[in-house]
C-alpha cells in the first residue's frame, strides 16, 4: 500500500526541514522525502493530509524496561532482573516481554515507536537487549532486532542485591572483579572454541560465554549503567581493558568527565531526568547535563528510563533539557538518530529518508512544545494510533484478532 503524507512541516533530523513536505511510503518503507514538487504520488496512493501540522520519524527509547516491568502488575509483571547470579549474560529481554503491558500504549501517545528494552541493574551482567516497535500482538510481531546490546551494571545496585545477600560482590571493587572474571574466561572460551573448531573436535557450547564472546567481537555494545563519576571512570577503565564497544547509560554525573568522554568518543545515553535524588548516585542529577555533554563533543541520546519517568515524558525531557541548555536540533536527535546510531539501528530508524521503516509522527505543532500532541502514528506504514480530538483522548489500533 502507499501512502502520501503531504502539507505538513517534515523535520526529517538528519536533512533540512521541508515546510510543505511530502513523505512517500510503500510497502512499509519510505521511498522518498521532499518538497511537493519533488515527490511524485502514484495514482491510487492514500492521501494523508498533514497541513497545519509537524511531521517526524517516530522517537526512539534507547533504555527502557517496557513489557519486562509492566505497570500496575506487582510482582507478576515484574520480569526485569534475574537475580539469582551477577552474571546473567545469557538471559534475553526479549523472553520476558508483554505487549500488552500499557506502556507501550502510552509510548505511541508520546510519538515513541522503537524501544530498546534493557533487563534491569540489579546484576552486574544483567543480560541480552532488544529492540521493539511500540505495537504488535507477540514481540515476535514487534522485534526490530535481537539482540542489540549487553547490559551491564556498576555502583549501588549490585553492590546492594547482593551484599544483602553476604554474597560477592558486595563492593564496588567486587562489581568490577566480576565484570573481569566473566570476560577473562570468556576469552579463554573462545580462543578454546577455536581451537576445538580447528581439530575439528566436539565442544560443549556454554550460553553465557557465546553471549560474552559477541560483546569481546564487537558484535554487541556494552551498555554500562553507570552514575557517579568515579563508576563512569572504571568503566573507560574497563572498555579499555577488553576493547569493547562502550555506551554508557544513565551518566548522571557524566558533566563532571565530559572531556574526557569525548576524547574516547563514547556515546552517552543520560537520564531519567524528571526524578528526585533519592540515592547517593543522584547528588549531581542536572538537566544540564546533555548541554554540557553535548557542548564538550559528546554524542548524548536521552531516555526515560521507563517507568522510573513515563515513557510519554520522553520528549518532555528534551524540553526542559533545551531550556538548560541543549541545543534544540541536538535535542531532537538524542531521541530519533542518536540513539538508533549508537545501537545499530540506524539502518531502520531514527530519521526520514528513504530505505528506512515507515515510522512517523505528525504532531499538532513543534513536539517540543509541551502542548503540542502527536495525532497520528504510523509504524512500518500501518497508522496504529490517533487522538480522536471529539473525544479527547488518544486512540490505539487493536493489535489482537478478535475473531
Known amino acids: 500500500m502507499t501512502i502520501a503524507v503531504t502539507g505538513g512541516y517534515v523535520v526529517p533530523v538528519v536533512g533540512t526541514p521541508i515546510d510543505g513536505g511530502t513523505v512517500l511510503i510503500d510497502g512499509g518503507k519510505i521511498v522518498a522525502v521532499g518538497p511537493a514538487a519533488d515527490v511524485d504520488i502514484p495514482d491510487d496512493a492514500e492521501v494523508v493530509d498533514a497541513s497545519g501540522s509537524w511531521v517526524l520519524p517516530g522517537f526512539v527509547e534507547a533504555h527502557g524496561h517496557l513489557g519486562v516491568h509492566e505497570e500496575a502488575e506487582g510482582w507478576a509483571g515484574q520480569d526485569t532482573n534475574e537475580m539469582t547470579d551477577p552474571n546473567t549474560a545469557r538471559v534475553k529481554a526479549i523472553d520476558g516481554i508483554n505487549p500488552a503491558d500499557e506502556g507501550f500504549r502510552d509510548a505511541l501517545a508520546g510519538g515513541v515507536t522503537t524501544i530498546v528494552v534493557k533487563p534491569g541493574s540489579g546484576n552486574v551482567i544483567g543480560g541480552q537487549t532488544v529492540a521493539v516497535k511500540a505495537w504488535g500482538r507477540t514481540v515476535d510481531d514487534m522485534l526490530l532486532r535481537d539482540p542489540v546490546s549487553m547490559k551491564s551494571a556498576l555502583g549501588e545496585n549490585p553492590k546492594r542485591v547482593y551484599g544483602d545477600k553476604k554474597m560477592m560482590p558486595s563492593t564496588r571493587l567486587g562489581v568490577a572483579a566480576v565484570i573481569r572474571e566473566a570476560l577473562t574466561k570468556a576469552q579463554d572460551y573462545k580462543a578454546k572454541r577455536e581451537h576445538a573448531e580447528t581439530e575439528g573436535k566436539p565442544f560443549d557450547r556454554d550460553l553465557t560465554n557465546e553471549a560474552l564472546v559477541r560483546v569481546l567481537d564487537g558484535e554487541l555494545p556494552w551498555c554500562q549503567h553507570a552514575h557517579r563519576a568515579d563508576d563512569i571512570a572504571t568503566a573507560l577503565r574497563l572498555a579499555d581493558e577488553f576493547g569493547y564497544k562502550l555506551v554508557l547509560n544513565h551518566g548522571t554525573e557524566a558533566h563532571l568527565l565530559a572531556d574526557l568522554i569525548a576524547e574516547r568518543d563514547i556515546p552517552v545515553v543520560i537520564g531519567p531526568l524528571f526524578t528526585s535524588r533519592v540515592k547517593v548516585e543522584l547528588r549531581q542529577r542536572t538537566l544540564r547535563n546533555p548541554g554540557i555533554l553535548a557542548k564538550a563533543g559528546v554524542r548524548i541520546a536521552i531516555t526515560t528510563d521507563h517507568p522510573v519517568v513515563p515513557i510519554n515524558f520522553l520528549v518532555h525531557q528534551v524540553t526542559l533539557a533545551v531550556k538548560e541548555g541543549l541545543n ?76
Open 328 to 403: 534544540e536540533e541536538t535535542g531532537l536527535r538524542s531521541i530519533t538518530v542518536n540513539p538508533a546510531e549508537m545501537l545499530g539501528l540506524d539502518d531502520r530508524v531514527g530519521a526520514l529518508k528513504p530505505g528506512l521503516d515507515a515510522d512517523l509522527v505528525i504532531w499538532s505543532g513543534d513536539p517540543l512544545d509541551v502542548m503540542s500532541r502527536a495525532m497520528r502514528v504510523f509504524i512500518n506504514g500501518n497508522e496504529v494510533y490517533h487522538f480522536d480530538e471529539t473525544q479527547g483522548i488518544g486512540v490505539t489500533k487493536d493489535p489482537y484478532y478478535r475473531g
